[in-house]
T-cell receptor
Framework: AQKITQTQPGMFVQEKEAVTLDCTYD???????LFWYKQPSSGEMIFLIY??????QNATEGRYSLNFQKARKSANLVISASQLGDSAMYFC??????????????FGKGTMLLVSP | DAGVTQSPTHLIKTRGQHVTLRCSPI?????VSWYQQVLGQGPQFIFQ???????GRGNFPDRFSARQFPNYSSELNVNALLLGDSALYLC???????????FGSGTRLTVV
């Protein structure tokens, strides 16, 4: 079984500053993928970034980067140069990578990010 | 290209009724998954379908059922609705063995 823990119910950041959203995970799987999704008030889950457990380099996608520390089982999301449009719920999720069959996403409880002018 | 589309966007039902939610995956995506997101929580896995077969089922009662059609669209059915079924129901699609899922905007179900 997998478990995702997001300990920050809410975070505040000023526009143009960087912010780190924390995520720790627990799994017995050897191979897995870690995801971050953004959910604005409209409800849609928007994929932001992906990190494979065997990827040696931290993933980056534009202003998003994932600080992956495998030994600590953490996968923190770093948003650089925050924008007002970044205000939303952010979810960390994971799924095992399987050679056959299919696996599903396990989500954390989310962190609400508010960006102020 | 159209993303994952879900219908209806909002729905109000009475306790005891049944409901059918619909999802059309991205063209070429053969896998569809359903998730329930209760207010203040992360999404919880309900079902996964691939090639019209159920591949996984989460910890939900038998009142929840689903199916996938030859065109890979999917329906989620919930019978004997309870107040606790009020939630955002999200559909996600993925191609075979893709690492990521693309989610729709969801159906917001309110049971009164």
């Amino acid at each position: 079984a997998q478990k995702i823990t997001q300990t920050q119910p809410g975070m505040f950041v000023q526009e143009k500053e960087a912010v780190t959203l924390d995520c720790t995970y627990d799994t017995s799987d050897q191979s897995y993928g870690l995801f971050w999704y953004k959910q604005p008030s409209s409800g849609e889950m928007i994929f932001l970034i992906y990190q494979g457990s065997y990827d040696e380099q931290n993933a980056t996608e534009g202003r998003y980067s994932l600080n992956f520390q495998k030994a600590r089982k953490s996968a923190n999301l770093v948003i650089s140069a925050s924008q007002l449009g970044d205000s939303a719920m952010y979810f960390c999720a994971m799924r095992p990578i399987m050679n056959s069959g299919y696996s599903t996403l396990t989500f954390g409880k989310g962190t609400m990010l508010l960006v102020s002018p | 290209d159209a993303g994952v589309t879900q219908s209806p966007t909002h729905l109000i039902k009475t306790r005891g009724q049944h409901v059918t939610l619909r999802c059309s995956p991205i063209s070429g995506h053969k896998s569809v998954s359903w998730y329930q997101q209760v207010l203040g929580q992360g999404p919880q896995f309900i079902f996964q379908y691939y090639e019209k077969e159920e591949r996984g089922r989460g910890n939900f009662p038998d009142r929840f059922s689903a199916r996938q059609f030859p065109n890979y669209s999917s329906e989620l059915n919930v019978n004997a609705l309870l107040l606790g079924d009020s939630a955002l129901y999200l559909c996600a699609s993925s191609p075979n063995r893709d690492y990521g899922y693309t989610f729709g905007s969801g159906t917001r179900l309110t049971v009164v």
